[in-house]
T-cell receptor, first 114, second 115 residues
């Protein structure tokens, strides 16, 4: 069984400041890792994914994440946020033995203030 | 091209009624997923289709929930005798194949309210 923990339910941050959204997972097998973003009243959009290879993954909108196997973490970072980054962010895992359905964390609401 | 579409976008129903939620995946995507997003439970997996077959129904919360997929395309999620705890946003996603870790493309969801 897999599980995902997003340690912060809300993260307030000022515009142009850096931000890190934390994600830890547990799984007995190798996993694939994803970050999705959900803007108000919209579906989920993929920000980035880690399947294999380089542990630093770059995604859309200037976001990046680093896979750390020893710490079972996949934290999302952005060096300078914009008001438009205000949204809900979900970390998710899947494993190839399970049809690749996603197990999601509880989500982190990023609130960017002017 | 067209993304994943879902209908209706909003559905209000009385407790005890049956509802059908529809998902039109991206053309050519063989894998289709249903998830539920609710305040109490977050985002949870319901069921997965590879073609018209559902290898994993483990996420369906009760026998009041069922789903089918026809022609390797459209899927319908049916909830019988709806209860208030069924109120949630039901999200559908598709991907090119369930056997590879492709990105899942999500629809905008159907917001179900059971009164």
């Amino acid at each position: 069984a897999q599980s995902v923990t997003q340690l912060d339910s809300q993260v307030p941050v000022f515009e142009e400041a850096p931000v890190e959204l934390r994600c830890n997972y547990s799984s007995s097998v190798s996993v694939y890792l994803f970050w999705y973003v959900q803007y108000p009243n919209q579906g989920l959009q993929l920000l980035l994914k880690y399947l294999s290879g380089s542990t630093l993954v770059k995604g859309i909108n200037g976001f990046e994440a680093e896979f750390n196997k020893s710490q079972t973490s996949f934290h999302l970072r952005k060096p300078s946020v914009h008001i438009s980054d205000t949204a809900e962010y979900f970390c998710a895992v899947s494993d190839n033995n399970a049809g690749n359905m996603l197990t999601f964390g509880g989500g982190t609401r990023l609130m960017v203030k002017p | 091209g067209a993304g994943v579409s879902q209908s209706p976008s909003n559905k209000v129903t009385e407790k005890g009624k049956d509802v059908e939620l529809r998902c039109d995946p991206i053309s050519g995507h063989t894998a289709l997923y249903w998830y539920r997003q609710s305040l109490g439970q977050g985002l949870e997996f319901l069921i997965y289709f590879q073609g018209n077959s559902a290898p994993d129904k483990s996420g369906l919360p009760s026998d009041r929930f069922s789903a089918e997929r026809t022609g390797g395309s459209v899927s319908t999620l049916t909830i019988q005798r709806t209860q208030q705890e069924d109120s949630a946003v039901y999200l559908c996603a598709s991907s090119p194949s369930g056997s590879d870790p492709y990105e899942q493309y999500f629809g905008p969801g159907t917001r179900l309210t059971v009164t």
